[in-house]
């Protein structure tokens, strides 16, 4: 059974944070190391990566948040298993053991992410959709997913959904509709309608990763910079924010911070 990461990167700047990832979990996996690119970039460094998936058929238009390809992870996708990412995530620690939680699943998304200081994310003012639609706290980032009739399920679910959003969030998510689509919104509504989401989402604390948005940090005052808000300090030690040395997955939404970082 083949096994590896996969990530989506439409546009040169998401291609270069898709290669600080792939060098992350180079040098910080014991274990699963493959991670294959899906783009529409013609100039992909080859030796980065496993694989180097042309994106064909855009069904984006001209949308500002290219989002809706994110569908296609399921038919694109070279391995037996699989674990999807965003491009604007770095490794930090080795997670490999993980992989042995996720043997026991066919299709399993992040439920808990932790604020910079490592503790849980209780409220977070982003989630308005799930919470008063009473849908499950997906966060795609990090989602497995084997070759299987439930994954494809789900993704057959979430490509109608990216083609026809107005229509399936009317129907499943009205309360606080989401205009615009999103990954994480569409796989907790394809989750419910299926009604697996229970079969889906771990019992333990991982799959997990430190999310940067700075409504996820329990600030009374805040900007949507999260960078304003913290030093960031790359030591001999690891990497700090503030004061806070990082473990495990950051995901640091912020297209700025690897040219901070460097």
């Not at 079969?199 to 940067?212: G, L, N, R």
Request: glycine share 4%; net charge neutral; proline share 3%.
């Amino acid at each position: 059974m083949s096994q590896g990461y996969l990530v989506m990167a439409q546009g040169a700047e998401y291609l270069e944070m898709a290669v600080a990832l792939a060098k992350s979990i180079q040098q910080s996996q014991s274990l699963v190391k493959n991670i294959s690119v899906i783009t529409n970039q013609k100039l992909v460094d080859k030796k980065v990566f496993d694989k180097v998936i042309k994106l064909k058929n855009d069904i984006s238009g001209d949308a500002n948040w290219k989002i809706h390809n994110r569908c296609k992870f399921y038919d694109l996708t070279p391995y037996d298993e699989t674990v999807i990412l965003d491009a604007d995530m770095l490794f930090i620690d080795d997670v490999s053991h993980w992989w042995n939680l996720f043997n026991k699943y066919e299709f399993l998304y992040t439920s808990k992410v932790r604020t910079y200081r490592g503790d849980l994310v209780k409220q977070n003012p982003y989630r308005k959709s799930f919470v008063l639609n009473n849908l499950p706290n997906v966060y795609s980032a990090f989602t497995y997913f084997k070759k299987c009739d439930k994954s494809k399920s789900v993704f057959d679910l979430v490509t109608s959904m990216m083609t026809n959003w107005d229509e399936w969030v009317g129907r499943y998510a009205p309360e606080n509709k989401q205009e615009f689509p999103s990954l994480d919104l569409a796989i907790a509504m394809a989750v419910s309608i299926l009604d697996i989401a229970g079969e889906c989402e771990s019992p333990v604390d991982f799959p997990t990763f430190t999310h940067m948005k700075s409504g996820c940090q329990g600030w009374k005052y805040y900007s949507e910079d999260w960078k304003t808000h913290l030093g960031i300090y790359n030591t001999k030690s690891g990497l700090r924010l503030g004061n806070h040395l990082q473990s495990g997955i950051l995901h640091y939404t912020d297209k700025e911070f690897i040219k901070v970082l460097s």
